[in-house]
């Protein structure tokens, strides 16, 4: 099991950039399958990027271009580097692990998740 803690959040103007950090503790952090998910008030959680054990990556059509995940499996470090940022961009960020392959931007095939870590972008 993994133990999630993400930090980065912010608030910024649109276009400007912020870059998420998601420290897991715990053993075989390379096994797993991470994404950050987002949620607004009101709205339902969504994905917003994955990526696998092998560093296969997706996006939400949303972030295309301007959104990149990333990891670091020596730091058991996830990142998500957020440039182009838009005021519908604004949210609790969340990231999340699920042991294996997750192909699909589903909250609800991750088990595990951190606390989350705001985002505000002004206009």
């Known amino acids: 099991q993994v133990f999630l803690v993400e930090s980065g959040g912010g608030s910024v103007q649109a276009g400007g950039s912020l870059r998420l950090s998601c420290a897991a503790s715990g053993n075989s952090y390379s096994s797993y399958s991470m994404g950050w998910f987002r949620q607004a008030p009101g709205k339902e959680r969504e994905g917003v990027a994955i990526?696998?054990?092998?560093?296969?990556?997706k996006y939400a059509d949303s972030v295309k271009g301007r959104f990149t995940i990333s990891r670091d499996n020596a730091k058991n470090t996830l990142y998500l580097q957020m440039n182009s940022l838009k005021p519908e961009d604004t949210a609790m960020y969340y990231c999340a692990a699920q042991m294996g392959w997750v192909p699909r931007l589903v909250a609800s095939e991750y088990n595990t998740w951190g606390q989350g870590t705001q985002v505000t972008v002004s206009s």
């Open positions: 990526i696998d054990n092998i560093n296969r990556a």
